[in-house]
């Protein structure tokens, strides 16, 4: 019988309650980018996947995900309710702790994951097709996903992929779910001539509480108070470090000014890099990952998204999605045993076989999440429509989808 | 009667306000807006969101005087609003038709001040 560890066992409940704070989080970050019009419907949609996944991840979600495997690609249902799920450890995924607080933990990601996407379609999306899409997507996308990367006999954790985590089953998969949400539903009237962010102090706290919970979705992804987890802590906040400073200054050397917006985007890019490396580089390599990160992020938002002109309003698909696959490639290069004996060693570390599987499993994780998302927005657009009218989208959604007013500006 | 609109920076609307004051004329209602002048504003940048001539903030101040009252406003608004840099402002003079003092109902000049 497996042995209760108090330490460890204390340490994740703190980082499952660190996780879910990174929802409001999202929320604030969110929220201060879009339109004054808009900033209650984009935290009403995080809310309402606070509630409504945390149903559907203790009802289905959790055992497609975490439960007995069916042939790698999915859990059985056996463990749907949470039966035979309750303070026993789980030897298999997190033999220290309850097995219950493990379903916790990983039950904060799932209500995460589907948030990231409303970057993409923020400010024109019917709160009823989002409810409807969000809680689809978890089921037949994320449940799926998560089970191959983390599930006992999910195939690309047999196949050997690193992600210590969730940078593909997290940040690729809601990156690519938005650049598809991004092409259905078409551009934001307007676009590209749209106000700019109305209140970038929300964006800034938001950032800041997504980088503090982000040390629960690392550090936490130890499942354990050890010597690894403490090591994730440190890279997380190097990749962030490194990666803000990254983006500060390619914007100062091109010309313009260091700006807040651009110096939290980058270290949001750089903690969604560090995500499936964090577990597995040391210091010098986050720090590496880190300001690559905000490079490369920097260019996708900035110089790509504007090339090919679509309208991703938040940047989901330019900070997660892009993040999120040079991440896992990264992976492939700075992993060293050395750091933790369970993963592998990289190209740096003498090893291109890692970066194989790497690669395999960003393509997969990145063609499933967009192919079956592209379809699932196209099903609900039939069905009850993705967008609200021209008249409603000028109006504003917190007037027309939530009967509110954020601001009280005269009276 | 007259009616005054003035847009300044809003960094001189202390200095305003006790230029008004020195002239006796404590009555004003002031504002937020925006604005530009012939420069057509600053560029400011939101990662792949550009904007180029952009509106700066301002402050109007809203004065209704009697006719002796406005020169002496017009000069105190200047004085406190003078930097001798671009973007100082302006000073408008309407014509004022009527004016009520709402609690007395009295109207006029004796309402103005």
């Keep these: 019988m497996a042995q209760i560890d108090t330490g460890d066992t204390a340490w994740m409940i703190v980082a499952?309650?660190?996780?879910?704070l990174m929802t409001p989080g999202l929320a604030f970050f969110y929220g201060g980018l879009v339109r004054r019009k808009n900033v209650l419907s984009v935290m009403m949609q995080c809310f309402m996947l606070l509630g409504v996944m945390s149903i559907q991840w203790v009802l289905c979600g959790y055992t497609l995900a975490f439960g007995?495997?069916?042939?790698?690609?999915?859990?059985?249902?056996?463990?749907?309710?949470?039966?035979?799920?309750?303070?026993?450890?789980?030897?298999?995924?997190?033999?220290?702790?309850?097995?219950?607080?493990?379903?916790?933990?990983?039950?904060?990601?799932?209500?995460?994951?589907?948030a990231l996407i409303i970057g993409a379609f923020?400010?024109?999306?019917?709160?009823?097709?989002?409810?409807?899409?969000?809680?689809?997507?978890?089921?037949?996308?994320?449940?799926?996903?998560?089970?191959?990367?983390?599930?006992?006999?999910?195939?690309?954790?047999?196949?050997?992929?690193?992600?210590?985590?969730?940078?593909?089953?997290?940040?690729?998969?809601?990156?690519?779910?938005?650049?598809?949400?991004?092409?259905?539903?078409?551009?934001?009237k307007g676009y590209p001539d749209i106000s700019p962010p109305h209140n970038l102090p929300f964006a800034i706290l938001g950032a800041a509480l997504l980088w503090f919970g982000w040390f629960?979705?690392?550090?936490?992804?130890?499942?354990?108070?050890?010597?690894?987890?403490?090591?994730?802590?440190?890279?997380?906040?190097?990749?962030?470090?490194?990666?803000?400073?990254?983006?500060?200054?390619?914007?100062?050397?091109?010309?313009?000014?260091?700006?807040?917006?651009g110096t939290i985007s980058g270290a949001v890019a750089g903690l969604v890099a560090i995500t499936p490396a964090s577990g597995f580089v040391t210091p010098l390599g986050a720090l590496g990952i880190g300001a690559l990160a905000g490079l490369v992020c920097y260019l996708a938002v900035v110089i790509v998204k504007g090339k090919l002109g679509y309208d991703d309003s938040l940047d989901a698909f330019g900070v997660h999605g892009v993040g999120g696959m040079l991440g896992a490639l990264l992976t492939g290069f700075w992993a060293t045993t050395?750091?933790?004996?369970?993963?592998?060693?990289?190209?740096?570390?003498?090893?291109?076989?890692?970066?194989?599987?790497?690669?395999?499993?960003?393509?997969?994780?990145?063609?499933y999440?967009?192919?079956?998302?592209?379809?699932?927005?196209?099903?609900?657009?039939?069905?009850?429509?993705?967008?609200?009218?021209?008249?409603?989208?000028?109006?504003?959604?917190?007037?027309?989808?939530?009967?509110?007013?954020a601001y009280t500006l005269v009276g | 009667m007259k009616y005054i609109i003035a847009v300044i920076q809003p960094d001189r609307l202390d200095e305003v306000m006790a230029a008004l004051e020195e002239e006796e004329v404590n009555l004003i209602t002031v504002s937020d807006v925006m604005g530009r002048g012939r420069q057509k504003g600053v560029a400011e940048v939101y990662r792949s969101h550009v904007e180029r001539g952009g509106l700066l903030r301002k402050v109007k101040i809203e004065v209704a005087v009697n006719d002796s009252f406005l020169q002496p406003t017009v000069d105190a608004?200047?004085?406190?609003?003078?930097?001798?840099?671009?973007?100082?402002?302006?000073?408008?003079?309407?014509?004022?038709?009527?004016?009520?003092?709402?609690?007395?109902?009295?109207?006029?000049?004796?309402?103005?001040?």
């Excluded at chain 1, 499952?16 to 879910?20: G, K, Q, S, Y």
């Excluded at chain 1, 196209?378 to 989808?401: A, C, H, M, N, S």
């Design chain 1, 216 to 261: 629960g979705f690392n550090a936490g992804s130890a499942l354990g108070a050890n010597g690894l987890s403490v090591s994730a802590f440190l890279t997380t906040q190097l990749g962030a470090a490194s990666a803000a400073v990254a983006w500060a200054v390619v914007e100062w050397v091109k010309g313009k000014r260091p700006t807040a917006l």
């Design chain 2, 77 to 113: 608004i200047a004085r406190g609003a003078r930097t001798g840099h671009i973007g100082d402002g302006k000073i408008f003079v309407f014509d004022l038709e009527e004016c009520v003092r709402i609690r007395t109902g009295e109207t006029g000049c004796v309402a103005i001040g």
């Design chain 1, 338 to 367: 050395v750091i933790n004996p369970a993963g592998a060693d990289g190209v740096f570390h003498g090893n291109g076989k890692l970066l194989l599987w790497q690669f395999v499993a960003l393509v997969v994780c990145a063609a």
């Design chain 1, 122 to 188: 923020a400010e024109r999306m019917k709160f009823s097709a989002f409810v409807l899409f969000s809680v689809l997507w978890a089921t037949i996308v994320y449940d799926p996903m998560a089970h191959w990367v983390w599930g006992v006999g999910g195939w690309l954790r047999e196949l050997g992929a690193l992600d210590f985590a969730g940078g593909t089953v997290v940040h690729i998969n809601a990156g690519m779910a938005a650049l598809a949400a991004a092409l259905v539903i078409g551009k934001r």
């Design chain 1, 369 to 405: 999440s967009f192919v079956l998302s592209f379809g699932l927005l196209k099903l609900i657009d039939k069905v009850v429509g993705l967008r609200v009218t021209e008249e409603k989208e000028g109006i504003g959604l917190d007037l027309t989808q939530h009967s509110e007013s």
């Design chain 1, 16 to 20: 499952t309650a660190l996780v879910m």
């Design chain 1, 68 to 114: 007995p495997d069916q042939g790698g690609f999915i859990g059985d249902f056996s463990w749907a309710a949470l039966t035979g799920v309750g303070a026993e450890p789980n030897a298999d995924y997190a033999g220290t702790i309850p097995h219950t607080l493990f379903m916790l933990f990983q039950m904060m990601f799932a209500v995460l994951t589907p």
